[in-house]
């Protein structure tokens, strides 16, 4: 297969990408997988996987035709001076593992204190998205998320804790349902101020030694 590289970008943090082959060609791509797991892509119960397959594909990497950075471009100043955090618990997570090509899901922390501009709080929800949409590992995600935050609002800290099971462990290898991955990102007030750190982990209920990314 003949793969260019395009100007395109997708993100500040993500370089060109490939063109995507055509729809044929990756229908065409899991057939041969289907072959190669050992059964015949010609029978009845597979005839139209290839194609849901691809269409499955279309929603579960979405993420890649998402620009974060956009989602957060509209701000508010009308906040009456409000200064407090503003929290987004328990947001569901539904990602993939880039070295397996298996489900991560969980859930989703976020946090930041504004500093005069605050965002709708679906964009918050959707800047997540927009990266778990994509080949991820958990470490990576949650740096992601809280940077394009603090980057764009330019808030007094930025908050992300993430609670997930990968598949990769838990469905295959070596084999360990019941185990999550806690990983945090805190910047500003919330990493230096350990007060703000404590107030926020209190409130969405994780313990104080949640790992760091």
């Given at each position: 297969m003949n793969i260019q590289t395009p100007a395109r970008t997708l993100g500040a943090d993500q370089p060109a990408t490939p063109i995507r082959p055509t729809r044929e060609e990756a229908e065409a791509?899991?057939?041969t997988l289907l072959l190669w797991a050992g059964d015949d892509p010609s029978r009845e119960g597979l005839l139209d996987t290839p194609a849901r397959v691809a269409r499955a594909y279309g929603e579960f990497f979405s993420g890649y035709e998402t620009d974060p950075v956009e989602l957060l471009a509209r701000s508010f100043e009308e906040t009456d001076g409000y200064d407090e955090m503003v929290v987004l618990r328990d947001i569901r997570l539904e990602s993939h593992c880039e070295h397996h090509l298996v489900p991560i899901i969980g859930r989703a922390h976020i946090a930041y204190i504004p500093d005069g501009r605050v965002v709708g709080i679906?964009?918050?929800?959707?800047?997540?998205?927009?990266?778990?949409k994509r080949l991820q590992i958990q470490e990576k995600l949650t740096a992601q998320v809280a940077n394009t935050i603090e980057q764009v609002l330019k808030p007094k800290g930025v908050a992300v804790v993430i609670e997930a099971q990968h598949q990769c462990m838990t469905t295959r290898g070596i084999h360990k349902p019941g185990v999550s991955m806690v990983t945090s990102r805190m910047l500003g007030a919330f990493r230096d101020d350990a007060s703000t750190r404590r107030e926020f982990l209190a409130m969405i209920g994780a313990p104080r030694g949640s790992a760091e990314a």
């Open positions: 791509a899991v057939r679906s964009k918050l929800a959707r800047v997540l998205e927009a990266y778990a």
